[in-house]
């Protein structure tokens, strides 16, 4: 038996169908391990090393990652083909890692069967720089907000957020609401 690790129940009944009963397919339900929600979770003096967690709403989905990665021959990391896609299967792969050593990464662009099948016999590693792009994303996320939104809430209202796109859209509003002022 193989493990496919897709994030979507739905796309987890579907690829079960096509697939049969030489693969379990687990849905991680989106992101398996964040950054805590209590603090900032990123270490600014340690290269700004992040601190993953896992997601508690996901603690069931780890264990039952690691219970079947144990008894399959290969994992198929099967989540979506992006930078959030590749950081779930990323953290997956830590995830499982101690029980199982056999997994690699699979990508497809449209639920059939032919594409699946396809993408099953074309395993791949990891791409570690679209890792490295989502942990960017989200330890700026983080930093920027963790530092600003208190600012935000008060001088404005407390409830406000800001991220790293928020930031500079204000930033942006401000500076013309400015320069209309002077002129």
């Not at 987890?12 to 687990?26: H, R, Y």
């Not at 990891?126 to 994303?137: C, H, L, M, P, S």
Request: charged share 30%; aromatic share 6%.
């Amino acid at each position: 038996m193989d493990l496919v690790v897709v994030e979507s129940p739905t796309k987890a009944k579907t690829l079960s169908k096509f697939l049969g009963g030489d693969f379990e397919v687990i849905a991680t339900m989106g992101h398996i391990k964040d950054l805590p929600k209590s603090k900032l979770g990123v270490d600014v003096k340690n290269n700004f090393k992040p601190d993953y967690v896992p997601v508690v709403k996901r603690e069931a989905v780890i264990a039952e990652l690691i219970r079947v990665a144990k008894k399959a021959k290969k994992v198929f990391l099967a989540s979506d083909p992006d930078r959030e896609g590749e950081a779930i299967a990323w953290h997956v792969a830590e995830a499982i890692k101690q029980v199982n050593k056999n997994v690699r990464r699979v990508q497809f662009n449209e639920i059939t069967k032919r594409a699946v099948l396809a993408a099953l016999e074309n395993p791949h590693d990891i791409d570690e720089k679209k890792v490295n792009a989502q942990q960017a994303r989200r330890i700026l996320d983080r930093i920027v907000g963790y530092q600003v939104s208190p600012v935000l809430w008060r001088t404005v209202f407390r409830g406000l957020s800001a991220g790293r796109v928020q930031s500079i859209a204000r930033r942006l509003i401000c500076e013309r609401e400015e320069a209309v002022r002077l002129f």
